[in-house]
């Protein structure tokens, strides 16, 4: 069975620009996380997804980022306009309804904003 | 609000050295307590955990005691090897809540 899958592995941009970042869940799965680690500090989170319903945002630090979760498959997590402060790696992670303790996380995307 | 402290790394060691990585935590109710690690290019996976006071975890030759009266959970493992080299973030999970509070995480390496 294939884990949580997240493409790009690392992407590079210059302030002002903007990235799309996607998450493969574990199929079935209809639990969604995005959390974030800025360099040498903790893994924050970001936001839940219950199928293409956000269950929970009140981690996304402000209005310039947007995730999606059309037909409660993958997600995206698009970051426009990028600042030098957004970079970092960011985690997607997914679990059963069943079992929601229990995250299975990707192995991040990390973005560097120039 | 709740938060995990963990100790700086990188911690460097031997293989077959005993590895300590202290993790301290302040949380409002009880918790439970985690440690994950992330393998080079890979994602966090739960290495073991403990949901209530004096409870220890085991994984793999690793283990961590809660200690509710010094607020601590501290990861251990008697003889590392060059494969243990990874990120260990400690984390806190309260109850009622699926989303982890994490620490920092320590870089361990582990020399041949």
């Known amino acids: 069975e294939a884990g949580v899958t997240q493409f790009p592995s690392h992407s590079v941009i210059e302030k002002g620009q903007t990235v799309t970042l996607r998450c493969d869940p574990i199929?079935?799965?209809?639990?969604l996380y995005w959390y974030r680690r800025v360099m040498g500090k903790e893994i924050k989170f970001l936001l839940h997804?219950?199928?293409?319903?956000?269950?929970?945002e009140s981690g996304m630090p402000n209005n310039r980022f947007l995730a999606e979760r059309t037909g409660g498959t993958y997600s995206t997590l698009k970051v426009q306009p990028a600042e030098l402060e957004d970079s970092g790696v960011y985690f997607c992670?997914?679990?059963?309804?069943?079992?929601?303790?229990?995250?299975?996380f990707g192995p991040g995307t990390r973005l560097t904003v120039l | 609000g709740d938060s995990v402290t963990q100790m700086e790394g990188p911690v460097t060691l031997s293989e077959e050295a005993f590895l300590t990585i202290n993790c301290t935590y302040t949380?409002?109710?009880?918790?439970?307590l985690f440690w994950y690690v992330q393998y080079p290019g890979e994602g966090l996976q739960l290495l073991l955990k403990?949901?209530?006071?004096?409870d220890k975890g085991s994984n793999k030759g690793f283990e961590a005691t809660y200690r509710k009266e010094t607020t601590s959970f501290h990861l251990e493992k008697g003889s590392v090897q060059v494969s243990d080299s990874a990120v260990y973030f400690c984390?806190?999970?309260?109850?009622?809540?699926?989303?982890?509070?994490f620490g920092r995480g320590t870089s361990l390496i582990v020399h041949p």
């Open positions: 984390a806190l999970r309260e109850g009622g809540s699926y989303i982890p509070t």
């Open positions: 992670a997914s679990s059963q309804v069943s079992s929601a303790d229990t995250q299975y």
């Open positions: 949380a409002t109710g009880y918790p439970s």
């Open positions: 997804f219950v199928k293409e319903s956000k269950q929970d």
């Open positions: 199929s079935g799965h209809d639990n």
């Open positions: 403990a949901t209530k006071a004096d």
